[in-house]
């Protein structure tokens, strides 16, 4: 192909030239020449290379959505107080800042003193702890600060306990065992208990209650002795809002300690021996000011009928 090439230079004015020269070839013929056979469309595939490596699996894919990705931030340890985008987002960079998957820390605890009703527990926020078998739904969250209080089922004493810990799906990563200490009490005595704002006195094994044995707590809610027969005097502290008492072992007489016990709740209900004195158990009633509590016997089959003040079968 010829292509006519203008030259003016300053005085002269030449006429034009053309340049001739021949043709290049195209890429496919030169793959022709080299030894290739095959169309046009056999020399571009020609160009593609080779698969590249499988890569490592990624995580497991959720929906495009705030939900899907407050799951899968949960699932890795990151804390979302819930699923709408602005908490998302905020999970999202708390995840980035500690480098995603974040370890959790192993449960920490402080081994309960005898007739103590709770646990105190340590370990990552937002988890949850709770007696073996109970499941998560019936746990303590541990706190921003990595603390938790665990309510026990009753006092703790001879007998040994198992916690659980979930992490924030509810799934279960470790399950801890704390020894008791290895005796059974049978008797309270002062200063056994030195939680004095404690809410409830449970002790299923317990056959005797001293002099002075519970005077110097000050919260108590619920006395729930269920062998106790035996009570010494000034036993209890007499400014307890009882809202429960559990003694179905008790006989309850004219002059019993438990007299002393003048502040009940209003609808308050009293477990006691069907060998009490209904009579003395409606002075002691009569004495209280407070309406609406019932007296039934240990099983709860009967109560005292305060009008005839006599066991009568439970309706």
Known sequence: MAEELNINIKGLNLPPIKLEGAAGKSAYELWIESGNSGTREDFLNSLKGQDGRNGDDGLPGKDATADGAYEMLLGLNVYCENATPNEVLKGLIRGLGDVIKK?????????PQKGQTYINVYGTPHFKVALLGKGAAFGVSIGDDGNGRLDLDSPFSGSDIELEYFNMLGNIVGTYRVSGY??????????????????????????IVKNNALANLINVKRLILPKVRNVGENAFNISWNLELIKMPRYVFNSNSPLEDLTVLAPGANIYLSEESDPNAIWRWYDNQRSAGMTFYNGDGTKKVDLNTRTWVPVQ
């Open 182 to 207: 290895g005796d059974v009490k049978t008797e309270l005595s002062a200063g056994d208990i030195t939680d004095t704002l404690i809410e409830e006195i449970n002790y299923p094994e317990v056959i």
């Open 103 to 111: 370890p959790f820390k192993p449960l920490e605890f402080d081994r």
